[in-house]
């Protein structure tokens, strides 16, 4: 049952992240592939803190929210970034 639940959520998570990444695909599928792996990695550091707070371990909580504040903060400079260049592109058209 593992190896199964392993296979099918490497299977979805390595899909998502080509599908995000891939130009051809289109913008509303890139968009989704982009909430489910926001909401995967949110869930997956949730229940690190989650697991920290339970055992009274401020190390684990301090470094998960260390991590989930590190890559928050790189999808919001990297979804500006991509937002800045639509708005130029579409003002030059």
Request: charged share 20%; aromatic share 8%; glycine share 8%.
């Amino acid at each position: 049952m593992e190896v199964i639940l392993e296979l099918v959520l490497e299977l979805l998570i390595d899909g998502a992240i080509t599908a995000v990444s891939e130009r051809k695909v289109p913008i509303w599928l890139r968009v989704l592939a982009g909430a489910i792996l926001t909401l995967f990695y949110g869930f997956f550091f949730g229940i690190f803190a989650w697991i920290g707070i339970r055992n009274k371990s401020i190390l684990m909580v301090t470094i998960t929210g260390t991590i989930a504040i590190a890559i928050l903060a790189v999808v919001i400079v990297k979804s500006n970034k991509i937002i800045k260049r639509r708005k130029e592109g579409q003002m030059s058209c």
